[in-house]
C-alpha cells in the first residue's frame, strides 16, 4: 500500500513542461531566426545566382537588343528582319 501511495505522489507532483527551463524560448527563437535567414536570403539574391546589389541597370535599349539578337539565334527571324530592327534600335 505505501508503495502505491508513493507512486501516487510521484505522479501528482509538478509537471515539468520544457519552456520551464528555456528550452521552448529557444527552439522559438531559433526558428524565428532561421525564417529571417530565409526571406533575407531570398530577398537579397538574383535568380542567376549574383547578389542584386551588383546588377548592372539594364536600359530598355538593351533590353530589346538582347531580344532580338535572341529571336534571330533561335532562327526565328531571318538575318535581314534582325539587320532591319537592329537598324531602328539603334536609331
Given at each position: ?8 505522489r510521484?505522479?501528482?507532483g509538478?509537471?515539468?513542461f ?6 521552448m524560448?529557444?527552439?522559438v527563437?531559433a ?10 536570403a ?5 535568380p542567376s545566382?549574383?547578389?542584386?546589389s551588383?546588377?548592372k541597370?539594364?536600359s530598355p ?7 532580338l ?8 527571324i531571318?538575318t535581314?528582319?534582325?539587320?532591319r530592327?537592329?537598324v531602328?534600335l539603334?536609331r
Open positions: 500500500m505505501q508503495e502505491q501511495t508513493r507512486a501516487l510521484d505522479l501528482s509538478p509537471a515539468r520544457p519552456h520551464e527551463e528555456g528550452e524560448t529557444a527552439a527563437l526558428s524565428i531566426a532561421l525564417a529571417l535567414m530565409a526571406v533575407w531570398i530577398t537579397t539574391s538574383h545566382g549574383a547578389p542584386s551588383t546588377r541597370p539594364v535599349l538593351d533590353e530589346a537588343e538582347r531580344i539578337t535572341a529571336r534571330y539565334a533561335r532562327g526565328i531571318s535581314q528582319e534582325y539587320e530592327m537592329l531602328i539603334r
